[in-house]
């Protein structure tokens, strides 16, 4: 049989459509081996043409279907099963498990990656998405992801770090070579849904040096707390009131400021006195018993009606991002009237003066959720802790009142090391 023609196609149309018997029509010559067939078939009120990839195959015939005719086109059905099928035939693969051969864009990979982070129920994928798409604009969104260099990808970090933004170069990198790692590994992951295989053999970013890190070392000291403290409770200038509030939460918990500013009336526990998160940043699901004075301080607060307890003052359907809490902090000590703070250096701050106030080290710890490696911790011990945490609180909260009730010492803010 020779090659198939769109005429020819459409006769058969005609035909099954006048005797309502089915037809297939095969594209060349391919017997014994596989090849592309036109399955044509009568349904109650059209005729029904499907492109299918047929398989001989110990001594049985597969089929798996390329799309409907004339949706797809003859041309195109030709090169989809040259693309898809005809390598795997040849070797004699089963066509049930070929897949789209087409290998990725610059934009395939990073939004599968993106998309993998969301599945994941990972909080950082609206950040990576939003870096992703500035660098997928630069290097060409719809070029080879394999075609990338290294050298392109510092060219896309210079820019940044020169315009005085070396962390954000850094986030940079991080995000290409995190999108990059992941599609090596994606090519051989039958986990992985992505419609794309992205034949990468090198990661364009992995040979980029990092940024040093900077280990923070500051923490507020008792009179410093007090006098941070003093100052959200009776701000000189207009701030918004959630913002203040959400502050006051991270000194007194100790916890994460992207927990504490996502903050949903679901999460808390006014019984209980329990903030309760099912998923946190390590991927584990977090409970940790406040002090009074905390549960005193939410219980006064009135979520909104989007449920949230520090919601953002420009769209109140969504809270208060991390970064617009840390502005909000930086105007403030850059105008002397807090001191020199961030907001991890709270989740520091807390560490060190709830260990001056009796709280064991492995205690603190598992308030603040850090990731405990000893093999105990990670494959046997299923304890909850909840009553060493409670009295661990307790201590705290006795610690932190006898501390503000203290008469803040004034003294100029301490520079940041």
Not at 132 to 150: F, Q, W
Not at 294 to 310: K, Q, T, V, Y
Not at 385 to 402: I, L, Q, V
Request: hydrophobic content about 35%; some cysteine; charged content about 30%.
């Amino acid at each position: 049989m020779g090659s198939l023609t769109d005429g020819a196609i459409r006769r058969s149309i005609k035909d099954v459509e006048l005797t309502g018997k089915q037809k297939s029509l095969a594209d060349g010559e391919g017997r014994g081996v596989g090849r592309l067939v036109l399955v044509v078939r009568p349904m109650p009120k059209r005729v029904l043409a499907e492109w299918m990839a047929q398989q001989w195959r110990d001594g049985k015939r597969i089929k798996a279907k390329l799309g409907d005719y004339p949706s797809m086109s003859l041309a195109a059905a030709r090169e989809v099963f040259k693309r898809d099928f005809a390598d795997a035939i040849q070797k004699g693969r089963s066509i049930k498990i070929a897949t789209d051969a087409r290998p990725g864009t610059v934009a395939d990979l990073f939004e599968a990656y993106v998309a993998s982070l969301k599945e994941a129920g990972k909080p950082s994928w609206k950040e990576t998405e939003k870096g992703l798409n500035k660098v997928a604009d630069t290097l060409g969104r719809n070029r080879l992801a394999r075609e990338i260099e290294p050298d392109e990808v510092t060219e896309v970090l210079r820019p940044i770090f020169e315009r005085g933004a070396p962390a954000m170069a850094d986030h940079v990198r991080c995000y290409i070579r995190a999108a990059y790692s992941w599609g090596m590994k994606s090519e051989h992951d039958y986990r992985n849904t992505s419609p794309r295989r992205f034949r990468l053999v090198y990661n364009p970013a992995a040979g980029i040096p990092t940024e040093p890190k900077v280990v923070g070392s500051r923490w507020l000291d008792e009179d410093e707390f007090v006098q941070l403290w003093r100052w959200l409770e009776c701000p000189d200038v207009p701030v918004h009131p959630p913002y203040l509030r959400a502050v006051q939460i991270l000194m007194l918990t100790g916890q994460r400021v992207e927990e504490i500013a996502r903050l949903h009336k679901d999460q808390w526990d006014s019984r209980e006195r329990i903030l309760d998160w099912s998923k946190t940043k390590n991927s584990k699901p977090h409970a940790v018993p406040v002090p009074s004075l905390a549960a005193e301080l939410l219980d006064s607060i009135r979520p909104n009606e989007h449920g949230w307890f520090f919601p953002s003052a420009k769209d109140p359907s969504k809270p208060v991002s991390h970064g617009t809490l840390y502005a909000f902090m930086w105007r403030q000590r850059d105008r002397g009237v807090i001191p020199v703070v961030t907001n991890r250096d709270l989740r520091r701050t807390w560490k060190t003066l709830s260990g001056k106030a009796g709280v064991p080290k492995e205690i603190r710890d598992r308030i603040q959720n850090h990731a405990l490696q000893d093999v105990s911790s990670k494959s046997y011990d299923r304890w909850n802790y909840m009553p060493e945490k409670r009295a661990g609180m307790a201590r705290w909260d006795k610690f932190a009142r006898a501390m503000l009730a203290k008469k803040p010492v004034r003294r100029p803010a301490k520079q940041a090391a």
